[in-house]
């Protein structure tokens, strides 16, 4: 069984250490401590593949822009068959206190674009959004 894991973010360096780009770092993070090179390109996005722990994952950056991240997942997801609960998306949620992660099932997009397109794209259906905090608006998350 493989995992999908999606951090969505902008390309390039003007945004490289912005809010948005919080879902990039998250892949980044996984990437190194678990030695994926996530450098191929692949899906309209940065891509790699590897094992986190006894679990085979597939790590993508789409480098679609956040409003477009979608295309990038969709194709990801059709070419390799995964069921969307093997799919988890790694996106800034400024309601979350900095330094915090929420993982959830279900729900809508919460008004953000990149989450939007992705749900757009995948016909709707519901993925599991894992959305690291960027600010003190919240005490929820685990």
Partial sequence: MFFLIVGLGNPGKAYQHTRHNLGFRVVDRLAERHDIRVGQKKFKGQFGSGSIGDRRVFLLKPQTYMNLSGQAVAEAVNFHKLPLEQVLIAHDDVDLE???????????HGGHRGLQSVLENLSGHEVDPARPGENGRAAGGI
């Fill in 98 to 108: 900095l330094g915090r992660i929420q993982v959830k099932y279900g729900g809508g």
